[in-house]
């Protein structure tokens, strides 16, 4: 999951930046492993709501990456 990360986020973050969400309320990721995407989304676009939905083994994972990114998030 960790390797996931890595190559995902920089792609993630520029989704988030370049991409007009204004238009939306929602977002869910369907296999969203660890909640990155819907982590950088909620960062960007405090107006989503986001939903990162995987396999039950997974969720205690991504329950911890989430934790992790609110508590080390700047500001």
């Known amino acids: 999951m960790q390797a996931m990360q890595g190559i995902s986020l920089g792609n993630f973050h520029a989704l988030a930046e370049k991409f007009d969400f ?29 939903t990162s939905y995987d396999l039950p083994v997974v969720a205690p994972i991504a329950d911890s990456a989430i934790a992790r990114a609110w508590t080390d998030r700047p500001g």
Do not use: F, N, W
């Open 22 to 50: 204004s238009k939306y309320e929602t977002v869910c990721d369907v296999g969203g492993a660890t909640g990155q995407l819907s982590t950088i989304l909620a960062v960007h676009h405090p107006h989503l709501r986001c």
